[in-house]
């Protein structure tokens, strides 16, 4: 048993991981969505995908880098997602890597 106090400083809230958080991606990997409730207890849908028993969020903007990618090197095997910013102002940008 242990002392709440020690719980609380162990706490750390539960956040969405995401695909700029990983080294490379393969990209034979599934995508599916998952839906959540935000703060207003309004519904809403992500693009996630599961790597070592972890999802990691797919924002809309790296799909969109990726069809271009893909188009340009069909059959690549990986990519990575670069992650600037931060909040609304987040940028994603997509590159091929082996």
Known sequence: MANIIDEAKAYEPK????????????TTIEVFDKDFTDNEGKPFTV??????????????SVLKDLKVLWADSPGMKFFKVIRTGEGMKTVYTTIKTE
Not at 15 to 26: F, G, R
């Open 47 to 60: 693009k996630v995908v599961t790597i070592d028993g972890e999802d990691y969020r797919v924002p809309v």
């Open 15 to 26: 956040q969405m991981k995401n695909v700029a958080d990983l080294e490379k991606v393969p």
